[in-house]
């Protein structure tokens, strides 16, 4: 049986072709108002670096610039004021210790010292004469005790002889009785004596020891009153190198006023100032290598001080097995120091953009490569060609790693040829 076809409306075909061209021309408006919604800075692409983010092992070793200088120096002061009457070595001469460098003269000091040593000398007689009487007064008494010890033997003696006489009437009562009575004295004086003889010793000795003491410090104060005018003569008080030496004669110079520096020789060390972003990173007991007239050499942070300069801090640095030959003070030294052992990990290259984002975000380009858009990151160690990627970003994922100075303040950046 025949079927009639009905013919397809041209009306809806139409209307289909306009809402079709209506919902794409919506499309367009939508992607260009959310496009006009984000900010967008337009760069050529010769004017940025474009980095690819890899894996690889990562050497934990940042660049340091450092000096070096003698292990130890020795300062030259004035310990007591003058003028330079004389001047025995020139600067930057090699000296030996003990050597004569410079002499001062000071007439007030002179006179100062002379009346010092006239009063102490004054005391020291006064105590010495204390302590003479002191044993004089001892011997005295030692005499008196002598004396009434011999009187009372001849005392006792006479009492036996009288005692006799006595019994036969040939002497009186009271004769004998006087004897008696004087023994009887001495004896009680001669106490006497030993009590007064235990008390004076017992005086005598704290005596002699405060005496003694003083003697010890008025010598005392007469050796450094003396030594004072030994110090006029200023000497080298280590073997090195004579610097900062700038006197001349007739100048007058203050007491603890700087008159040069002796650098010691046979050790040296590196001063190095490094970047106060790695300050908690860095330790005592790290190394350092560093290349010198084609010859490797190594060194230990050996002091760290934490105070920081300019963006900088400092530290001291000492060469394993001693200073290369030939090398001088004040000459520069650039080092190798090394944070820590190799590892692998995800890198991308050290650029301009760590300034302005600090390592926390990036601009990392669309697979067309024409878009790059802002993306929160983490980052981590960074040495002077490359930073460890902790977040945000994955192997084979190009980011721009050039200065962000004029685009940190946009959502995405455009690249055009």
């Not at 006799?164 to 004769?175: E, F, G, I, T, Y």
Request: aromatic fraction near 6%; charge should be neutral; glycine fraction near 6%.
């Amino acid at each position: 049986m025949d079927r009639i076809i009905e013919k397809k409306s041209k009306f809806n075909l139409k209307y289909g072709i306009i809402a079709a061209v209506s919902l794409c021309a919506i499309y367009l408006f939508y992607v260009g108002v959310s496009d006009a919604a984000i900010s967008t800075y337009k760069v050529k692409k010769e004017q940025v670096i474009i980095s690819t983010v890899k894996q690889g092992v990562f050497e934990d070793v940042v660049p340091v610039r450092g000096e070096i200088e003698p292990a130890s120096t020795v300062f030259l002061d004035a310990v007591a004021g003058g003028v330079v009457e004389e001047i025995y070595v020139d600067n930057g001469t090699m000296i030996k210790k003990g050597q004569p460098i410079l002499k001062l003269q000071n007439s007030d000091l002179y006179l100062n010292v002379s009346r010092n040593n006239t009063s102490i000398t004054e005391q020291l007689n006064n105590l010495s004469n204390i302590a003479n009487n002191l044993e004089t007064k001892k011997l005295v008494t030692e005499k008196e005790i002598i004396d009434i010890k011999y009187r009372i033997k001849t005392l006792k003696l006479d009492k036996k002889r009288y005692q006799v006489l006595a019994d036969d009437a040939l002497v009186s009562d009271h004769q004998y009785q006087a004897i008696l009575d004087e023994l009887q004295y001495r004896k009680d004086l001669l106490a006497n004596l030993f009590a007064k003889q235990e008390l004076e010793e017992t005086i005598r000795e704290k005596r002699i020891v405060q005496i003694e003491d003083q003697i010890r410090k008025l010598e005392s104060n007469l050796a450094i009153s003396t030594k004072s005018l030994s110090n006029l003569l200023i000497k080298a008080p280590v073997a090195g190198h004579l610097t900062s030496f700038s006197v001349e004669i007739g100048e007058s110079k203050s007491k603890g006023e700087r008159l040069g520096q002796i650098d010691e020789m046979g050790a040296s060390k590196i001063v190095a100032q490094i970047d106060e972003f790695y300050i908690n990173r860095v330790r005592v007991g790290q190394t350092a290598s560093f290349k010198l007239n084609g010859e490797e050499y190594e060194s230990v942070i050996e002091s760290i001080y934490p105070e920081v300069k300019n963006g900088m801090f400092e530290v001291d640095l000492t060469i394993v097995g001693g200073a290369p030959e030939g090398v001088r003070r004040g000459q520069t030294i650039q080092l190798a120091l090394s944070l820590g052992q190799k590892s692998e990990s995800l890198l991308l290259t050290n650029g301009g953009f760590l300034k302005t984002t600090g390592g926390n975000w990036a601009f990392v380009l669309d697979e067309s490569g024409e878009h790059a858009i802002k993306r929160e990151i983490r980052l981590g160690r960074r040495n002077t060609s490359v930073v460890e990627v902790l977040e945000g970003l994955k192997e084979g994922e190009r980011v721009v790693t050039s200065n962000y100075a004029s685009m940190q303040d946009v959502e995405r950046v455009t690249i055009t040829r």
